[in-house]
């Protein structure tokens, strides 16, 4: 269906072919006529009233000596007219025509003319005595065609189908199936009949493959006369798929509509309300269905919201007593903060808070046991009067020293954990004699810290210098050095820094 602009082109660019050759034949009667009659049958079934047009053109052509073709032409014409609905004009064309003295090939076109005349009238008004009228002309038909062609062959399994024998029927079409299936005009029409079977049999699956298969190349022939997206449509209907089945109601209803055929016009108008009405209630439904949902997010979405501030407040609060626990060692309150600010910018998951809020707290309270032990043995020193020792021990950095090494392993460990491709990926940006790795007893050296931090968000000089305990010039030459061996635009490195994706291990 996706293509079907494309068969339709083709079918006009055929018939337009057609008409510049015919154009080129107007000084010779017979193959003008020849011609003309070529395009109307290929406007047959893909618009009635070019088709109307071109028949009556013929009917001008023919020559007058030539009783058979006039015959041809009338039987033509009265089928013309019977596909727009004109059936008086064309019950009185045929009327015309005597059944004596037609070969035998004029009189099995007139037979199935005439079927096909009753068969039309019946789907239009919905009398089973046009049908019974029709199959009776089918019989006659038969009677005629030679018992070993495709057309005899194909009209016997449509009677079995309509006799009720729908064994013997499957039978008859499966072997036109598997003889005749490379023919896409016969391909259409036994897939339409073996869809009838499998409707009676209620093997919805089969049916649906075989009215795929129907439509398919009714589409690729640009057939607009056809009956299998109609019983698609009512198919799908049946199964509940109203989506599918609005779809090919309006295809077949648009194809009716623009080949002008009444009875299809009139089947397909009388499935639409019907259709149409039960696609809209699901319309309806999903529409309500979308008001309530986003009723409900947008009250989660309130909840959340509130959520995150008593949240907020609360981290607030407890960042408040942490500060007010730390206020006698600036040392730890500085780094605290430091954590604070870092765990604040850290907005790329939960994942990232997560891991680094859960190390935040293992850290502070170990910082509290271990400024307990510290309290508790300056109070004995105290006590005891040992105040050369005292003095000694608090004019000593080596706890300072041990304590910032353990942070900087801790770091490293914590971005290694949600970066484990970091170095790799940071050494992809630079050039390839520029590459920097940590040393076999390190996970991080000075300059992939520097970078880890920006990572993370903290892209200030200022605080970068203050966390890893370096002068503010020393990190901005760090930084400068580093851009200067990126392998692309050394502006822009520090963003593709940035953009390295995080690997959530949970």
């Excluded at 602009?5 to 009667?29: C, D």
């Excluded at 960042?319 to 430091?338: D, F, P, V």
């Amino acid at each position: 269906m996706d293509n079907q602009k494309i068969y339709v082109k083709n079918r006009e660019e055929k018939i337009e072919k057609l008409k510049q050759e015919a154009k080129m034949l107007e000084g010779k009667p017979l193959q003008f006529f020849q011609k003309n009659y070529e395009i109307f049958q290929n406007y047959k079934k893909f618009d009635s009233d070019a088709a109307l047009s071109y028949i009556k053109l013929c009917q001008n052509l023919v020559p007058a000596h030539h009783d058979s073709l006039q015959t041809v032409i009338r039987l033509d014409l009265a089928w013309v007219y019977s596909t727009i609905g004109r059936y008086i004009e064309a019950s009185a064309l045929l009327d015309k025509i005597s059944a004596e003295g037609l070969g035998r090939e004029l009189l099995a076109k007139y037979y199935d003319t005439y079927s096909s005349f009753y068969s039309h009238y019946g789907q239009s008004n919905n009398r089973p005595e046009y049908y019974q009228a029709s199959e009776l002309y089918r019989d006659s038909l038969l009677t005629v065609l030679p018992k070993s062609s495709l057309e005899y062959r194909t009209a016997i399994a449509i009677k079995t189908l309509f006799s009720g024998d729908r064994e013997l029927a499957k039978k008859q079409f499966l072997t036109l199936w598997q003889e005749h299936q490379d023919d896409i005009e016969q391909r259409a029409l036994i897939a339409y009949f073996m869809s009838l079977i499998y409707k009676y049999e209620k093997n919805t699956t089969s049916q649906l493959y075989y009215l795929s298969i129907s439509a398919s190349a009714d589409i690729e022939m640009a057939n607009r006369d056809n009956a299998s997206f109609h019983d698609l449509a009512i198919t799908y209907y049946d199964q509940q798929d109203f989506d599918r089945a609005f779809q090919f109601i309006e295809k077949a209803i648009d194809d009716a509509m623009l080949c002008k055929v009444r009875y299809r016009i009139i089947e397909g108008t009388s499935s639409y309300p019907i259709i149409n009405a039960a696609y809209q209630q699901k319309i309806n439904s999903q529409n309500r269905q979308l008001v309530f949902l986003v009723i409900v997010v947008s009250l989660l979405l309130v909840g959340v919201f509130i959520g995150l501030i008593v949240i907020y407040r609360q981290v607030q609060h407890l960042r408040k007593i942490r500060s007010e626990l730390s206020a006698t060692n600036q040392q730890l309150r500085s780094l605290n903060n430091q954590i604070n600010q870092t765990n604040l910018k850290l907005s790329e998951s939960n994942h990232i808070k997560e891991e680094y809020i859960a190390q935040f707290f293992d850290m502070c309270s170990s910082y509290i046991d271990k400024m307990e032990d510290i309290r508790k043995a300056l109070l004995k020193k105290a006590t005891n009067q040992q105040w050369d020792t005292l003095r000694e021990q608090l004019k000593s950095t080596q706890m300072e020293e041990r304590e910032v090494q353990q942070l900087y392993i801790n770091f490293d460990r914590i971005f290694l954990n949600l970066y484990p491709t970091f170095v790799d990926e940071f050494n992809a940006l630079l050039q390839e004699d520029e590459k920097i790795y940590p040393k076999k007893t390190e996970l991080l050296n000075t300059e992939l810290r520097i970078f880890a931090l920006i990572r993370l968000g903290i892209t200030d000089s200022v605080k970068i210098a203050s966390f890893l305990r370096y002068s503010l010039r020393t990190v901005y030459n760090y930084r400068t050095k580093v851009r200067n061996k990126a392998a692309g635009h050394r502006e822009a490195f520090e963003t593709a820094v940035c953009q390295i994706a995080v690997i959530d291990r949970r």
